[in-house]
């Protein structure tokens, strides 16, 4: 059963361009949750989809930043207009459940450098 | 001080000592999660303990709750130079509509010497 898989692992993206990242999670996870580490610090949630669903965003910048979970494929963090403080690593984490009592599995993250 | 906060912020022993971290956090919680993380890789999860739990234990770790203190501590007995990463605990907090997010604490960072 291949773990939570993450790609690009690494992205390099110049200000104003855009930066997408995509999470395949864990095979019957139906659960994807986003995390933000910046330099030092530890996680920081962003937003939590479920297939077709943004169930809780409360984490994620207001501007320039979405997410989305479709039906097929894997789910994708977008980043539109990219600053240098957009330079952190991006985990994804999935759950067979959302319901806080199952583990959540992470990805290798992505991390984004932006010039 | 921020949910999920962890203490010693490093930490630094020979191989075969022991190591023990601490967790703070300061709402109620369905669960405390530890995890590992190598430099530069992604999280490793290391063990989760129930909110009706008091005590854990997995291989060489050995984890405790106190919801009391609102504290958990991590102890890797018998280090080895393999365990120097940085350890963060998570807390899902009960009820509202946490929905099973994790909040994450700065870590420590462990360093084992041969």
């Known amino acids: 059963n291949a773990g939570v898989m993450q790609n690009p692992r690494h992205l390099v993206r110049r200000r104003g361009q855009e930066a997408r990242l995509r999470c395949s999670p864990m095979?019957?996870?139906?659960?994807v949750y986003w995390y933000r580490q910046l330099p030092e610090e530890g996680l920081k949630f962003m937003v939590y989809?479920?297939?077709?669903?943004?169930?809780?965003e409360s984490g994620m910048p207001k501007e320039r930043f979405s997410a989305e979970f479709p039906k097929e494929g894997p789910s994708i963090l977008r980043i539109q207009q990219v600053v240098r403080g957009d330079s952190a690593a991006y985990f994804c984490?999935?759950?067979?459940?959302?319901?806080?009592?199952?583990?959540?599995?992470f990805g290798p993250g992505t991390r984004l450098t932006v010039l | 001080s921020q949910q999920g906060e962890e203490d010693p912020q490093a930490l630094s022993i020979q191989e075969g000592e022991n190591a023990t971290m601490n967790c703070s956090y300061k709402?109620?919680?369905?669960?405390l999660q530890w995890y590992r993380q190598n430099s530069g890789r992604g999280l490793v999860h290391l063990i989760l303990?129930?909110?009706?739990?008091r005590e854990k234990h997995s291989g060489r770790l050995r984890v405790t709750l106190d919801t009391s203190k609102k504290s958990s501590s991590l102890l890797i007995t018998a280090s080895r130079a393999a365990d120097t990463a940085s350890y963060f605990c998570?807390?899902?907090?009960?009820?509202?509509?946490?929905?099973?997010?994790?909040?994450f604490g700065q870590g420590t960072i462990l360093t084992v010497h041969p």
């Open positions: 303990i129930r909110s009706n739990e």
């Open positions: 998570a807390t899902d907090k009960a009820g509202g509509t946490s929905y099973g997010k994790l909040t």
């Open positions: 989809l479920q297939k077709e669903n943004i169930i809780d």
């Open positions: 984490a999935s759950s067979p459940l959302g319901q806080g009592t199952y583990t959540q599995y």
């Open positions: 095979k019957g996870h139906s659960h």
């Open positions: 709402t109620s919680i369905n669960n």
